[in-house]
């Protein structure tokens, strides 16, 4: 029997990170259950979850002694490997260990040439390849050459052919929810969507991929949609409905509403699942593609939040990331939203290459449109291997150094190289984002308006701790 050991890391970034199901490491025990059968034992730890992650990641490894070690990076996660991988080699001395995820998919090769420890890398899907390795490893096989990953041969790091994409993804099983004690991520944490309308709320995914090609995003699940089925993703909600108690859902789809025929046969069948569901989107939803109809069937299914990613407001820069959102359709949606009593959010990107200061005004002019109930500023982060990347090194060069990819605290690519000081402009566009009308008529519709307040309260410390941090140090 092969013990597979799953882990989730915990990087800490700042007082009040999000907390969500790790429904990639889920999907990932569920598939490998189901092919394998009773020749494996699958555990999943989440160390985010845990009061001392350093020593229960220890601890889990001597208690399981796994044979196989499966690592989930996001590229933010990559200080996990520098603070701890050596660690874990030495707790698990015979166990293969394989990294997978945002980061190795991006960058197999750098994380195989940095890390010696790693094993092998999973580069994009995960579940077919992981399964090809447990299945290898187990029989004393070799690992070279398994497509989609990246793997040593002679002291040089080799990357093998990729991988098909999952079709149709209604193939695979649904997440593994007894791999997780789904309590422990009900407790009173901030969710990716800041707001919830019911305590017992998760995240859920019903699709993969999306066709557009924004410049700054990655590919990991490719730029087809791959659906699940309507019928497939109804079921799922039902069995998080009636077996959990789950009442709220947040959809964290790339663009859940690319089809129109299947979001609405989703909404619809919502409605006889419960009543009382409530539905929020932290993002997934193009809304250059909605229209009142669609906006009018989402609050009948329970959708009491919509945020929209406009990133930037100038038509040239929409053009260079290659997001080409309509804008002025996409804020007509916004405002009509509003009007039907969905709480509006939307998304802002500052500091693209060669953005000038009147785009960015023109930005945070338009954040200030009565129709958005909230809004979030992002600095941009060019992640390694993305088009934004390549345009950055086009015009800075090759950044000096290996920092953080951070949208938040420190100072961004585009302000090291420009002195244009994006902390200052950000902290005082929340300040004319966030008037006392504005406050206190999100208040009013809220579903849950002290906790939204309470958690706001945390949210202005956050900021105005990174506005003190990001300012220069005097002369």
Same mark, same amino acid.
């Given at each position: 029997m092969v013990r597979v050991l799953l882990i989730k890391p915990f990087v800490p970034l700042h007082a009040h990170q999000n907390l969500e199901l790790p429904l990639g490491l889920m999907a990932l025990s569920a598939y490998l259950k189901r092919e394998l059968g009773e020749a494996v034992t699958v555990s999943l730890l989440d160390l985010r979850v845990e009061k001392d992650a350093d020593r229960a990641l220890i601890a889990a490894i001597e208690r399981q002694r796994p044979d196989l070690l499966g690592l989930s990076l996001m590229t933010f996660e990559k200080p996990l490997l520098t603070r701890h991988?050596?660690?874990?080699?030495?707790? &698990?001395?015979?166990?293969?260990?394989? &990294?997978?995820?945002?980061? @190795?998919?991006?960058?197999?090769?750098?994380?195989?040439?940095?890390?010696? %420890?790693?094993?092998?890398?999973?580069?994009?899907?995960?579940? *077919?390849?992981?399964? !090809?390795?447990?299945?290898?490893?187990a029989a004393g096989d070799d690992l070279h050459d398994i497509p989609g990953t990246a793997f040593r041969r002679g002291g040089l790091v080799l990357v093998a052919p990729d991988r098909p994409f999952i079709t149709p993804l209604d193939r695979l099983p649904s997440?593994?929810?007894?791999?997780?004690?789904?309590?422990? #991520?009900?407790? @009173? +944490?901030?969710?990716m969507n800041v707001i919830s309308a019911h305590p017992r709320h998760v995240a859920f995914m019903t699709s993969r991929g999306c066709p557009y090609r924004c410049a700054f995003c990655h590919d990991i699940m490719g730029k087809g949609f791959r659906p699940h089925s309507a019928e497939r993703v109804l079921a799922d909600l039902r069995r998080l409905y009636e077996r959990?108690?789950? $009442?709220?859902? +947040?959809?964290?789809?790339? =663009?859940?509403?690319? !089809?129109?025929?299947?979001m609405r046969l989703i909404l619809r069948g919502v409605k006889g699942i419960g009543a009382d569901i409530r539905? %929020?989107?932290?993002?997934?939803? $193009?809304?250059?593609?909605?229209? *009142? *109809?669609?906006?009018?069937?989402?609050?009948? &299914?329970? =959708? #009491?939040?919509?945020?929209?990613?406009?990133?930037?407001?100038?038509?040239?820069?929409? *053009?260079?990331?290659?997001?080409?959102? !309509?804008? !002025?359709?996409?804020m007509r949606m916004a405002r009509y939203a509003h009007r039907r009593g969905i709480i509006t959010k939307a998304y802002f990107m500052l500091g693209f290459p060669g953005e000038t200061r009147d785009e960015m005004a023109a930005t945070f002019a338009l954040s200030r449109d009565p129709a958005?109930?909230? =809004?979030? #500023?992002?600095?941009?982060?060019?992640?390694?291997?993305? $088009?934004? %990347? $390549?345009?950055?090194?086009?015009?800075?060069? &090759?950044?000096?150094?290996d920092g953080p990819i951070d949208y938040f605290t420190g100072r961004s690519r585009y302000e090291q190289e420009t002195g244009i000081p994006l902390s200052g402009m950000i902290f005082r566009a929340y300040l004319r984002f966030y008037l006392p009308w504005r406050i206190v008529r999100l208040l009013f519709r809220l579903p849950r308006p002290f906790l939204f307040l309470s958690r706001l309260m945390q949210y202005a410390a956050f900021v105005l701790h990174i506005r003190r941090s990001s300012s220069p140090a005097p002369r």
């Open positions: 991988l050596t660690a874990i080699r030495a707790a &698990a001395p015979g166990a293969l260990i394989v &990294a997978g995820g945002a980061y @190795p998919s991006s960058d197999a090769e750098e994380a195989l040439k940095e890390f010696p %420890a790693l094993d092998i890398a999973v580069r994009g899907e995960g579940e *077919e390849t992981l399964l !090809d390795i447990v299945r290898r490893h997440p593994d929810l007894d791999a997780v004690d789904i309590e422990r #991520y009900l407790g @009173p +944490h901030t969710p959990f108690g789950i $009442r709220e859902f +947040h959809i964290v789809d790339d =663009v859940f509403n690319l !089809d129109r025929e299947r539905i %929020a989107f932290p993002n997934g939803i $193009r809304g250059d593609l909605l229209n *009142e *109809e669609d906006i009018d069937l989402m609050r009948s &299914a329970g =959708v #009491y939040n919509l945020t929209f990613s406009f990133e930037t407001a100038t038509p040239r820069l929409q *053009e260079m990331i290659e997001k080409r959102l !309509d804008i !002025d359709w996409t958005l109930d909230m =809004v979030s #500023y992002f600095k941009v982060a060019p992640f390694p291997h993305t $088009r934004l %990347a $390549r345009t950055c090194r086009e015009l800075w060069g &090759a950044e000096k150094g």
